[in-house]
């Protein structure tokens, strides 16, 4: 966990899981590197959030795996949904608890992304997750529970790097320059960039 900047309650947060993503994001708002992975995501903003001061809100911008075909381009979310949490058996297992319901944003659009902590590079995984969203990353649902419970609104902004198929993991690394570009020009555009 890496947080640059001074936090104040009149700016935004924003929030990157490593420095690939965050390469040409030149700022005055202060910026997160959580690392990946959603406990790294999740105790990383807690932490920046429980030390104060808290943002007017937090942007998670960063690299997401496109589930279905046709699927690309810089992406709000709109909801997000854990897929490695299994929901039915804990419910079962707690007569009827719920954990892990799907968050809706109160920014976002139509777009659902659903998170979980395996890097998705093989095409089983892929189908069977493509059934729940068009869009697979490592911390956007961690990051929704952060906020929410702190009460900061939160945007999450994808910028697809991949098909989340065979290969994935070399086409990031090919491909997270040009995503890093795309969302710096997206925070520029709409966030308070510069004082």
């Known amino acids: 966990m890496e947080l640059i900047g001074e936090m104040a309650a009149d700016r935004p947060l924003l929030v ?9 994001l030149d700022t005055d708002l202060p910026v997160l590197l959580t690392g990946m992975g959603k406990v790294n995501a999740a105790t ?16 998670n911008l960063g690299t997401a795996g496109a589930l279905r075909p ?14 490695d949490l299994d929901g039915a058996t804990l419910a079962a297992l707690t007569d009827g608890g719920t954990y892990g319901p799907p968050l809706t944003l109160p920014d976002g659009g139509d777009v659902v992304l659903a998170t979980g902590d395996l890097f998705v590079s093989d095409e089983a995984a892929r189908a069977r997750l493509a059934e729940l969203a068009p869009l697979v ?3 956007g649902y961690a990051l929704a529970v952060a906020a929410e419970r702190a009460g900061v609104p939160l945007r999450i902004v ?22 890093a570009r795309a969302l710096a020009d997206w925070a520029e555009a709409n966030t308070p960039y510069r004082s």
């Not at 810089?74 to 897929?83: A, D, E, I, L, N």
């Not at 989340?164 to 491909?175: F, I, L, N, V």
Request: hydrophobic share 40%.
């Open 158 to 179: 994808k910028h697809v790097s991949d098909a989340a198929g065979e290969g994935a993991g070399r086409t990031w690394r090919e491909s997270v320059a040009g995503c």
């Open 44 to 59: 990383a903003l807690a932490t920046v959030l429980a030390r104060g001061p808290r943002p007017s809100g937090v942007v």
């Open 137 to 139: 990353d490592m911390e």
């Open 70 to 83: 046709g699927w690309t381009g810089t992406h709000v979310v709109g909801t997000v949904v854990q897929h």
């Open 16 to 24: 990157l899981a490593v420095k690939e993503e965050a390469q040409y």
